[in-house]
């Protein structure tokens, strides 16, 4: 559970500190999602989760490949 959170907790600061729209949208997705987990299954079904992890993870490596071109 504690591993569970973590990722979730850590990945939302990083699209919160990330400043663009598709990081802004991904964050009030996860925000959308985590309510309705609360009642229903949704990080079971495969499209749902695997669509947000995914645009998630290009988000966030496109920022991560920008920072380190820049140093």
Do not use: C, R
């Not at 990330?18 to 009642?39: C, E, H, Q, R, T």
Request: proline share 1%; hydrophobic share 55%.
């Amino acid at each position: 559970l504690m591993a569970y959170l973590g990722s979730i907790v850590s990945v939302g600061f990083l699209l919160l500190k990330n400043k663009d729209n598709m990081s802004n949208a991904l964050l009030a997705g996860l925000a959308g999602v985590s309510v309705i987990a609360l009642f229903w299954p949704v990080w079971t079904d495969e499209t749902a989760a695997l669509t947000w992890w995914g645009l998630a993870g290009v988000v966030l490596s496109s920022h991560i490949v920008q920072k380190t071109k820049k140093q």
